[in-house]
């Protein structure tokens, strides 16, 4: 079984990690695999293990990303918060830093902070926000990329569309692949605006029109409405697929930047319901910080 615990702490919020995904509330969840039947498309050994170094699945000729996926995790030896410390910074209200990718704690995860490209414009918005409590923790979606990073997420793909569906109070995010261009003026969302196109085996995501309420990462760096992100997937075998990612929003940052992370297929497996709201406990005592 896997079991999320929040504990308050000194008025502060500590995430005590069990194993697996954390919820709020204190709400349990089941494991991967408990009561999912095995998926018969899995390539497997003798002895019925999965093989996740099979070749990648196809849909009309493409790779298909289909599956339940999750972002690579640290390793416990390269642990260390934002701020360059060894340990986790409980000045710093974030996820349990054992599941979450250096991506979701950080988009600039081990570079120095002078070297940053913030524009004094993004320099007012983490100055504000570092008082402020990050949206998964007020029930509020944290949107791209930070939807990947975090949790595990469900892909369906179609010939026309791509949709993942995250395990959190994430909305689900639909990507057309019907060769659709971005819209001039999106109307903001959560999630963004997203068009993919082929460039071989390789799926290339461009998102934009975002509600720049959300935070890129759990550090709290911003994002403009007309940010442009921009993905590359590459299924490199069944149970791995290559991302990265690159912004490029000159109304915060001095130039673009880019990350890169590896997704891992989770198999024989499905995304758990969850409902932020649900048995919540923790919000009456966070308004009294």
Not at 84 to 94: E, I, W, Y
Not at 138 to 145: D, E, K, M, S, T
Request: aromatic share 10%.
């Amino acid at each position: 079984m896997r079991y999320a615990l929040i504990l308050i702490l000194d008025m502060k919020m500590y995430i005590i990690r069990f194993a697996g995904v954390i919820t709020l509330a204190g709400a349990l969840a089941p494991a991967y695999g408990q009561w999912f039947p095995r998926d018969p498309s899995t390539p497997r050994t003798r002895d019925g293990k999965p093989v996740l170094t099979a070749p990648a699945p196809r849909l009309n000729g493409k790779p298909d990303f289909s599956g339940v996926w999750e972002a690579a995790r640290p390793t416990f030896d390269s642990h260390r918060s934002y701020t360059g410390r060894a340990t986790a910074d409980p000045d710093n209200l974030q996820i349990d830093q054992t599941d979450a990718s250096d991506i979701r704690r950080s988009v600039f995860f081990g570079m120095n902070r002078q070297e940053e490209p913030l524009k004094p414009e993004a320099v007012a918005v983490l100055s504000k926000r570092q008082y402020e409590q990050p949206p998964a923790v007020r029930c509020l979606p944290q949107g791209v990329p930070g939807v990947m990073m975090a949790y595990a997420f469900k892909i369906v793909q179609t010939p026309r569309v791509l949709i993942m569906i995250p395990e959190s109070q994430e909305p689900p995010r639909q990507i057309y692949l019907d060769g659709r261009t971005l819209p001039k003026d999106p109307e903001p969302t959560w999630m963004g605006y997203s068009v993919g196109r082929w460039e071989g085996d390789t799926l290339v995501v461009q998102t934009t029109g975002f509600k720049e309420e959300g935070w890129l990462d759990n550090a709290g760096h911003p994002r403009g409405q007309s940010m442009l992100i921009t993905e590359r997937l590459h299924r490199r075998d069944f149970g791995h697929i290559d991302l990265e990612i690159r912004y490029d929003d000159p109304k915060y940052y001095t130039r673009p930047f880019t990350n890169k992370t590896a997704l891992n297929l989770i198999p024989d497996s499905d995304i758990i319901e969850f409902v932020c709201t649900e048995n919540e406990k923790d919000m009456e005592h966070l308004g009294k910080r």
